[in-house]
């Protein structure tokens, strides 16, 4: 038997170290080739560390939330032989060379698990500080920090709900069904309400720690002030269920976001102020041409902002069919460094939970972040008289060393223009 030395490998952007998320072996497992070992984050993703060796886990360096120099040592292996070098390359496969071999070890190694289907090296997964495998004698359900708030909030114990994910993980779909169940079941009588103790730390970390920083130092650096307005949108409401139910079999289902996109590309050339970012250090306002629509997408670690480009360029459809890949993308941990990067202006949207009013946090350095609310019929007054509409308040922020507030308000009610007469959109004004 032999020793071999696993580095942490160059991830491919420049980074001298990186931040280990959770590791997916313990010490005493034995691991095939290219079987998953451990997340990493960088700057602007999770990246997936595999196995370059088939072998048994002698020694793991690092705990979740500290940093690793890129070159350091993640994880030690015995192997069959006399071992072999570890020096790594930038897909964390040895290369050959470059490392001692220890003297033999008279231990005779666990046999191998059966192998994983081959995925490449290093793949971006979903940007969520992941939770370690759960052990066999482990009591403790297996759940991300997500599902386990939302569980305390429902008063659910986990420990009853069972988990379909990944080595019994129980995920939000899990906790909805549980749910279902216990509502069409009905309340057990005679059953004891017992009241629950304890509490739980949750290490911010990963994905969750990015945005916490980025948060941070947006409220920080930039003077935010917010508008809101509401918005009839009956008629275009309308127009978007017509579309789709004439739509054809290779067309998207038409959802009010590309509405809205396409009605900021129809108005912001008038203000370009606002589709800009401002570089505060260098004391720089770059105005951009083109609408590069940041698109914030809930996933299972946090909030991601895939980024829909040239929108001007793009029909409903296109812009459609576009923020479905990108929230797909973005879900499953596959979008691209570039698709992650470059917004000019970002649409942040709840969907049916967007309640009244919101206040978005500026996607630094862009200057202004624009947040449809839910729709709701209300009643209002039109020309003297009551009729039932369908409403909608759009919340908006913005930068106000860069945007007065005069322009924040003129540019808002010409979008607002735009939705209540959506013929306006397809008149290429």
Known sequence: ???????????????????????????????????????????????????????????????????????????????????????????????????EKAPPIAVAAPPPKAKEAQRPALHAVAAAPAVANRTEESDKPLASPAVRARARELGVELQFVPGTGPAARITHEDLDAFITGAR?????????RIARSGTEEVKVIGLRRKIAEKMQEAKRRIPHFAYVEEVDVTE???????????????????????????ALCEVLPRFPQINATFDDEAGIVTRHAAVHAGIATQTAGGLIVPVLRNAEAKDLWECAAEITRLAAAARDGKASRDELSGSTITITSLGPLGGLVTTPIINHPEVAIIGPNK????????????????????????????????DAADFIQRVKAVLEHPALLFMGR
């Open 1 to 99: 038997m032999g020793r071999y030395v696993f580095k942490l490998p160059d991830v491919g952007e420049g980074t001298a170290e990186a931040e280990l998320v959770a590791w997916h072996v313990k010490v005493g497992d034995a691991v095939e080739e290219d079987q998953p070992l451990a997340d990493v984050m960088t700057e602007k993703a999770t990246v997936e560390i595999t196995s370059p060796v088939a072998g048994k886990v002698m020694e793991l360096n690092g705990a979740p939330g500290e940093m690793s120099p890129i070159g350091s040592t993640l994880v030690v292996f015995e192997v069959e032989g006399a071992g072999e070098p570890a020096k790594t390359n930038g897909h964390g496969k040895s290369s050959g060379n470059g490392q």
């Open 184 to 192: 069409a079941k009905g309340p057990s009588p005679g059953v004891a």
């Open 236 to 262: 275009l409401e309308d127009l978007r269920k017509h579309l789709n139910e004439t739509k054809t079999a290779d067309q998207p289902r038409l959802t009010l976001l590309p509405f809205i996109i396409r």
């Open 375 to 406: 729709i709701v019929e209300r009643p209002i007054v039109r020309d003297g008289a009551i009729a039932v509409r369908k409403m909608m308040n759009v919340s908006s922020s913005y930068d106000h060393r860069v945007v007065d507030g005069y």
